[in-house]
């Protein structure tokens, strides 16, 4: 039995013995009886600690030999099948299940010492499809969250307008609304990845990721009811109405583009942690300047030189200059499952699942690798494929037992390839805080452990 | 209706439809919204450009800034501005020679600490910042002369102004052409224009492409268990598992918790900002408080009461803010724990 723990493919071997010999013997005379089928229960249980697979219950069958007679959880039915269910409104607002509760926004140790000037990431490890649902939406605030009256909160435009002018939430909710599906992305996001390996799952790495169908009014709907000079305007300002009042200078050209004042997050109300009742949405630019709690926009003929765009969210290159003004999420992709600090439990198949997006568009192409890079096969995506969306990828796998390195690369509609490590730090460096879309490298070792390397 | 009413009745409806869709496509908001009125622009549009734009007029002294900084600042960013425990540095590793190249030497460098005027190019930023969002708890409270005087008292530990300088609105733009690291910005990158030219290039190799399967980087064993258990972190059904890293919680584990530390009730309420469980920050240690009230009767009142009201004098100078946010439940559980012995 201890050389057999160690046979490649199998996370722990499951005993073949936990139900004896006699038991067996009693049950083939004798027939299950409760006193029995509790016994098996048990022992069902405690081989299941520390081990707990499919692959378990299978072996348990075929321990069992002749003398099984089949799984209590359909040969006895469960409390579920035999008693009343809850009534209707039991929960007006409706609760994830109990079971699921291990799928959290978590903090990464260390990050930060001041919780409302940190991070909680989304749990990208355990989520499907492409939209996140909104109470697992990453949390990133510079003077923690507020949760804004909205009949008390006002939207202003000002600066290079012909008519500077103050919007309701009422006003704002009548005029003309746009529902789309995009992503955003911390441009801090795997900024603790640049220099070396640090955190050990893709939480932690791809976790300041998030995806929502929002809802709002063109922004230039609003430029445009307040005539918006465009003989003189060249950049806009959006600023927050929360202590910090965060601002962020805001291109004139994303801002008439696709950019929305949205109030709307995934059918209902934008949650208070993303900026409720009203944040701007500027579609493929990075999260900081989705303004959130949105109280003002200006437009202006310079840029404005805010803290997030000069001391912070600037990028530190190689010779010490700084990029300001960085915005743009080039295209990037990770494997979500299996993914690091996961354990794939048997050999044999696996659905391998990520997320690929672009700010420049829309997702072509998504490659998976299972050697390290040498060798790739095209992944198949998932409609819907939105520009500036998430897109979801699957691909295949049969897992040989033996080591392998999984890697995904993303294509996107302007031919853009995703960078390896080396193509990116041969660039930039790795002092970088931002802008790391380098490919993710996930190990998956003889024992079924999947942890998080970096190949060169 | 008869057939050649039916006929007539479709051109008809698409003719009502075609008009309804114009009337519903109008851009005429008339009475949605309504013009910002001059003291509404006043209060709301407060931001200052690098041009120094939107910079109101006002002074401040060094000295005045000193004064207002130990009072309102330093519990954060310590008495130089140097301090690391609730924020990362303000001040350090800039030089002479950067106030004169506007390059900081330093950013060139591994391993230096990153202060925040290391990075900053413009002092416009700072005059902003401070006025909108500083103190970290009373954002916008300071008076304009007063955002003066604590840049003023900032400018001069980075050794960008002298002591005896008086920071205004007519020398702000001297302060400029000092800012350490005011020639190290560029917007020569492909990642502010849509269209924005990429730095790199990779090809989508499809066989034997040759790459170095050499793994550079990996987590080290002892940091596996920094996040927690990650078993608990995934689903404990499905295609795979979380990876157990810590050992299995037993009965001790769940005793450990009923007496444990309210770290979401200080988190929340920025209490950790300023103490430590076992040594004194800003503030004293928890522990040293319990032991300092461990005879005292009536603790956990007298807690509650020191907690809720805030004030000066047992334990130095710098005042603990009054905290009437929190319920009287959590006010509570802060003053048990610390009566108890203030356990991590």
Known sequence: ?456 | MSRSAKRLAIPLAVLFCAVAGVASATNDFEGIGRTATPAELKAWDIDVRPDFAGLPPGKGSVEEGEQLWVERCSSCHGDFGDANHVFPPLIGNTTDEDIKTGRVAALTRGGVTRTTIMKMPTVSTLWDFINRAMPWDRPKSLKTNEVYAVLAYLLNLANIVPYDFELSNENMAWVQSRMPNRNAMTMDHGLWDINGKPDTHNTACMHNCDRDEEITSSLPDFAKAAHGELMKQNREYGAIRGTRTMPEEGDDAEKAKESAMPGDILSANGCTACHAVDQKLVGPGFRQVSEKYQDLPGKVDHLKSRIRNGGSGTWGNIPMPPQPQLSEEDLGTLARWIADGAKP
């Not at chain 1, 493919?9 to 067996?24: H, I």
């Not at chain 1, 200078?249 to 929305?260: F, H, K, W, Y």
């Not at chain 1, 993303?274 to 003002?296: F, H, M």
């Open chain 1, 1 to 456: 039995m201890s050389g057999e723990q160690d046979r490649p493919g199998r996370l722990r071997r499951a005993p073949e013995s936990f139900l004896t010999g006699d038991f067996l013997q009693e049950v083939k005379e004798e027939g299950f009886n409760e006193q029995r089928r509790n016994w098996m229960r048990k022992a069902f249980a405690v081989a299941a600690a520390g081990v707990a697979g499919t692959g378990l219950a299978r072996a348990a069958e075929q321990a069992a030999g002749g003398g099984f007679v089949g799984d209590p959880n359909i040969l006895e039915l469960p409390p579920w099948s035999t008693s009343l269910g809850k009534p209707v409104a039991a929960r007006g607002y409706g609760m994830p299940s109990e079971y699921e509760m291990n799928l959290m926004r978590r903090e990464s140790p260390g990050l930060a010492s001041v919780k409302q000037a940190s991070v909680a990431f989304t749990p990208l490890q355990g989520l499907f499809g492409i939209i996140t649902p909104s109470g697992l939406h990453f949390e990133r605030h510079h003077q923690g969250w507020v949760d804004i009256d909205p009949s008390r909160h006002r939207f202003m435009i000002n600066g290079l307008v012909k008519n500077p002018k103050v919007y309701t939430m009422d006003d704002l909710m009548r005029m003309p609304s746009v529902s789309r599906i995009h992503f955003i992305e911390c441009g801090a996001n795997t900024a603790m990845e640049w220099g070396n390996v640090a955190v050990p799952t893709v939480q932690y790495t791809h976790g300041m990721l998030s995806c929502s169908e929002y809802t709002g009014v063109p922004l230039k709907v609003l430029l445009d009811d307040c005539g918006i000079d465009m003989k003189k305007a060249k950049y806009l300002l959006a600023e927050g109405a929360d202590g910090s009042s965060l601002t962020r200078t805001i291109s004139l050209e994303r801002g008439l583009d696709d950019a929305i004042v949205a109030y709307g997050m995934n059918g209902e109300m934008m949650r208070p942690e993303n900026g409720y009742p009203l944040r701007l949405v500027v579609p493929g630019v990075q999260g900081v300047s989705w303004v959130k709690w949105l109280r003002r926009i200006e437009v202006g003929d310079k840029r404005y030189g805010a803290k997030d765009e000069t001391s912070g969210y600037a990028d530190l290159m190689p010779d010490g200059t700084m990029r300001e003004y960085t915005s743009i999420q080039e295209a990037k992709s990770v494997i979500t499952s299996p993914s690091g600090g996961q354990t794939l439990l048997d050999k044999g198949y696996y659905n391998v699942t990520g997320l690929a997006w672009s700010g420049r568009g829309k997702v072509k192409r998504v490659d998976v690798s299972f050697d390290g890079g040498n060798n790739w096969q095209t992944a198949r995506l998932e409609t819907p494929i939105l520009s500036k969306a998430l897109t979801r990828f699957n691909i295949g796998w049969k897992w040989d037992g033996q080591p392998a390195i999984l890697q995904s690369r993303v294509i996107d509609e302007t031919g853009f390839v995703q960078p390896t490590y080396s193509q990116l730090r041969a660039v930039r460096g790795s002092g970088s805080v931002y802008h790391n879309n380098a490919i993710q490298s996930w190990k998956v070792a003889e024992s079924g452990e999947v942890s998080n390397v970096q190949v060169s």
